[in-house]
């Protein structure tokens, strides 16, 4: 049966959610392929590059209809799809800032930002490192937020249990903190607080 890359993708990303970033590797998605690991390598060079269309694809799906008008509006925007893009997987926060920190991939939240930027009456030469910041900030703070979600989750006991999140008053723009089905099913990886 012939596969494609986007067959790859899905099967990683669909891997994400019950086994976390860490075991998603070329073995386990051959493997759901039924394939061996060294037919991937004709869709994808590395599973640095595997990641960074899993990246791409997670942003994509997290896309949603843009309405703001304003330069301000649209950096909030574009930060709140980055955040909910990020929390609607497992690890989907480490995944997308890894891939932007090495430039794999992942690159339209700053080319959005900056577009929306351009528009603030910044010094042109500020605009780039104002785009960067936000995005900084938002995947420095979505990154905290998920791993304070999956230890709320893990710390219900089994960690296969289910812990409600609720909307934190902070959250003024209506986008719940909640993941996935309304709760967050993860366990931190190998992890033991006995």
Avoid at 167 to 174: F, K, S
Wanted: with cysteine.
């Amino acid at each position: 049966m012939s596969r494609t890359r986007e067959d790859l993708v899905a099967v990683a990303l669909r891997l994400l959610d019950p086994h976390g970033l860490a075991d998603v590797s070329m073995r386990r998605v051959a493997g759901e392929l039924e394939l061996q690991p060294s037919a991937l390598y004709h869709h994808v060079a590395s599973k640095q590059e595997l990641l960074a269309a899993v990246a791409d694809e997670v942003l994509r799906r997290g896309a949603r209809p843009r309405g703001a008008v304003s330069w301000d509006d649209r950096v909030v925007e574009v930060a709140h799809e980055l955040r909910d893009a990020m929390l609607a997987y497992r690890d989907g926060a480490e995944l997308v800032s890894t891939v932007i920190a090495f430039g794999l991939g992942a690159t339209r939240p700053l080319e959005d930002l900056t577009a929306a930027l351009t528009e603030s009456g910044l010094p042109e030469s500020l605009v780039p490192t104002a785009a960067r910041t936000v995005l900084h900030l938002v995947l420095g703070h979505t990154l905290e937020e998920q791993t304070h979600l999956a230890w709320g989750s893990w710390s219900t006991g089994s960690g296969r249990g289910c812990a409600k999140v609720q909307r934190r008053p902070a959250e003024p723009h209506g986008a719940p903190t909640q993941v996935r089905r309304g709760c967050v099913r993860f366990r931190p990886r190998g992890r033991r607080l006995d």
